[in-house]
């Protein structure tokens, strides 16, 4: 699942830095060091931790950071701040280094011109020559975010408000104003408009969009979740044109959804390609906004070409080229996306030019935000003459520095370790600053990096997990920092180093959590099935007792660039684990099997072609290894995992030595059947069915539901209004199930989607996993003496 829209979105600026090429090195150490806890020593009489404070209360809530967008220079943050007395929304900037505040909109004015009531702003944008902010407000979501919704211009001189398009029209997306703020362009039902902001005049610069068959700048389900696409259009810089994508979903398949809560049955249908099924055909075509007239660039991805030109991962404009004007660039991936091409379109002729093309022998990483890479592929560089490109081309994930023209000039960043996220250059300076896996797979921290050459200087400080934000300057940033015992801490430092004011500090809450003495994880490496040495945590009761034997849970996801086992605050579940070890005596471990982020492109790619199983012999070997130790019961141990876990989860305890190896299971959400799953994820690590068979089969839990074994507690657990992982992937797991004569437990949750969470939801869920592994692995009772 991805994460709601927030109100107001961080700014994530672009840069570079340099070095030359290095040899591939062998992989960082896979043990890390272990952080030390910021939370207060145990209290002497431990409060009782409970599933309703857990699941049912806000008692573990962390307090967040607003957040915001830069402003151009300085400490200075702008957001919207929502005054529920007032019933008012403000744009405030806020000076964080003097905690000074200065209302920029006083939503008290926002009375709606065509409607009752203010404008609630949802998110902002300025004009380039800051007179005009476009304000989003009544938003709907669309799958994973509210990106439809109404749009009003407001003038920051004069104070009105005019509604950029009639409501009685529909819902608007992605509306933006041109370079000189004396248009907006904008989506609605699947084509793209544009008003006169001086006239009022609206028109329509598509007509061909429609359900089921034309969708122009936005996207289909696949692309959104998949390549994270969502907006799908963008203003030349000299706002003549419009470059925008056009997607044909006329040929991919319905999937329909049912609601069996109503009286009769409700059913909701949407475009789902699964793999080795037919994708939405796509093109960018460059509209002239002044004439209508429209260019589509021949990309061999429209009806034709095949699977080695199928898919537009990413478009944008270049800065002014060689000939003083911007192309449209365009990532252009084959099926298997094992190939990439970086194009050039000239919005005069049409005339289309490969710039750059990249070949890797597993998949290219284009996807952000969900694995180990925060940041795009490709980035330019304000200095106008250059851009930055992602690759894994050295066995780890770094920068390189081209020419606009596809010129390389150098690689930026080497090393054994991974650039996860590149927030930019300061060239007055001449370093750029990224966040990378350097100190530990386990752990981030951001670096500078000169761009002359040298050793990346590390900037955070304090072992564990920082997630930060640079200011447009590079005089500042944001650090969000956790340990896996210490909830998220914000401050503000300069890139100095030097510390500015501590902006969250969660003081409360790491105080209530030392109230229960809950024990903390510990990091340590466990041998996978190759012997390669697997990151893993262990959480024991505090009161362990190695003469004793008790049983061992897994948690798993395991999925391509995931991680499970990271010294960062993971919130309730982890404490939920806690909670087992604690009330009911039993051991949990989490194991980054082959295949997870952090640890470089050959760990990560491993799996490639013949996905589940190497991760299932790696969670089968780790949960031997534990059994094998003197303190841990090897005839009560379990595994458990949601999403991509599930499906691990349902492998492991069916394939190679799975049956004699775990004696329960649960499996949230689980894919069972990699061919019920979409083409874009799916065939990025198997490729399609008609090429691999042998491969979906392979890693089909499916396949081995006839081993489950006699003395095996299997639970599966499903939202029928998953639109993510279907609800068909349990089913098709209990049709296999019930033919091969094996007994198990169902959990279904009527209306749920993959989250499955909604009013008490959660609570239920979790305390139904609780009984069940406290009854499967006897951790209810004593704990066995041996």
Not at 90 to 107: F, H, T
Not at 354 to 364: G, M
Not at 747 to 757: A, C, K, S
Request: charged content about 25%.
């Amino acid at each position: 699942m991805r994460p709601s829209l927030l109100l107001v979105a961080l700014l994530v600026i672009a840069g570079c830095a340099s070095t030359e090429p290095a040899a591939p090195a062998a992989p960082p150490a896979a043990a890390p060091p272990v952080s030390e806890s910021r939370v207060p020593a145990r209290a002497t009489a431990a409060a009782e931790l409970t599933l309703e404070k857990l699941f049912a209360s806000p008692e573990f809530a962390a307090e967040s950071f607003q957040g915001g967008r830069w402003a151009e220079s300085g400490a200075r943050l702008l957001y919207v701040d929502q005054d529920r007395e007032a019933g008012t929304s403000n744009l405030v900037e806020m000076d964080l280094e003097n905690d000074g505040r200065r209302v920029l909109i006083d939503g008290s004015v926002l009375a709606k011109p065509d409607g009752e009531g203010l404008v609630q702003i949802e998110d902002y944008a300025y004009s380039a020559d800051g007179s005009k902010a476009l304000l989003y407000t009544d938003s709907e979501r669309v799958w994973r975010l509210n990106t439809k919704g109404y749009y009003y211009v407001f003038d920051l001189e004069t104070n009105a408000l005019r509604p950029v398009a009639d409501r009685s029209e529909g819902l608007q997306m992605f509306a933006k104003f041109d370079p000189a703020a004396q248009r907006v362009a904008f989506v609605r039902d699947r084509n793209l408009y544009v008003v006169d902001l001086a006239t009022g005049d609206e028109r329509a610069l598509t007509t061909s969009g429609g359900p089921g068959a034309v969708i122009n700048g936005t996207f289909d389900w696949v692309y959104e979740e998949e390549f994270g696409l969502r907006d799908g259009f963008r203003w030349s810089p000299d706002g003549r044109y419009i470059a925008f994508f056009q997607l044909d979903e006329s040929a991919t398949r319905d999937f329909q959804m049912t609601d069996f809560r109503t009286l009769y049955p409700e059913t909701t249908s949407f475009r789902y390609p699964k793999a080795g099924e037919a994708n939405a055909e796509v093109r960018v075509g460059v509209v002239d906004v002044a004439t209508g007239e429209t260019t589509f660039f021949d990309t061999d991805t429209w009806f034709e070409g095949g699977d080695e030109t199928e898919y537009l991962a990413g478009m944008g404009w270049t800065p002014a080229l060689d000939d003083g004007r911007a192309d449209v660039w365009m990532l252009r991936l084959n099926r298997d996306q094992n190939h990439a091409d970086l194009l050039y379109g000239d919005p005069e002729t049409g005339d289309v030019e490969q710039v750059l093309e990249e070949e890797n022998d597993s998949y290219i990483e284009v996807e952000t935000g969900f694995s180990d890479v925060a940041t795009g592929t490709i980035t330019y560089l304000d200095d106008g003459d250059h851009f930055v490109w992602r690759s894994d081309r050295d066995g780890y994930g770094h920068l390189y520095l081209y020419d606009n023209d596809g010129a390389f000039v150098r690689q930026v960043t080497r090393g054994p370790w991974d650039v996860t996220d590149f927030h930019g250059v300061d060239e007055a300076e001449g370093v750029a600053y990224v966040t990378t896996t350097a100190a530990s797979p386990l752990q981030r921290h951001l670096y500078r990096v000169p761009l002359g050459g040298g050793e990346p200087e590390q900037v955070t400080s304090g072992a564990g997990w920082h997630s930060v934000d640079l200011s447009r300057d590079f005089d500042y940033f944001t650090d969000t920092y956790s340990t896996a015992t210490a909830p998220p801490t914000t401050t503000l430092y300069r890139t100095s180093g030097e510390e500015v004011a501590v902006l969250i500090d969660n003081e409360d809450l790491a105080e209530r959590i030392a109230a229960y003495g809950l024990p903390a994880p510990e990091f340590t490496t466990v041998p996978g099935a190759d012997g390669e040495p697997l990151n893993a945590y262990v959480i024991r009761p505090s009161d362990f007792d190695a003469s004793r034997e008790y049983p061992l849970l897994i948690h798993t996801y395991g999925g391509p660039g995931s991680q499970e086992v990271t010294d960062r605050w993971a919130g309730t579940e982890r404490l939920w684990h806690q909670y087992l070890a604690e009330t009911h005596g039993i051991l949990v471990a989490g194991v980054d099997n082959r295949g997870t982020g952090g640890r470089g492109k050959a760990f990560k790619t491993e799996t490639q072609n013949r996905l589940g199983i190497l991760e299932a012999e790696d969670q089968i070997a780790a949960a031997q290894h534990f059994g094998a130790m003197p303190y841990v019961d090897s005839d009560r141990m379990g595994i458990w995992g949601w999403s991509y876990g599930g499906y691990l989860t349902l492998l492991a305890m069916t394939y190679d030595d799975g049956p004699e190896t775990f004696h329960a299971g649960a499996a949230v959400a689980p894919v069972t059947s990699w061919r019920q799953y979409d083409t874009i994820y799916t065939e990025r690590y198997l490729s399609t069915p008609q090429k691999n068979p042998g491969g979906y089969d392979l890693g089909s839990p499916t396949t081995y539901a006839d081993r489950l074994a006699p003395g095996q507690d299997l639970l599966i657990v499903h939202g029928d209004a998953d639109d993510n992982v279907h609800v068909q992937n349990s089913y098709a797991m209990v049709d296999a199930l019930q033919a091969a004569g094996k007994q198990f437990d169902l959990m279904i949750y009527p209306g749920r989607n993959h989250g499955i969470y909604g009013g008490g939801t959660r609570l239920h869920l979790y305390t139904l996993l609780t009984d069940f592994f406290a009854e499967s692995l006897g951790g209810a009772g004593p704990v066995a003496q041996r």
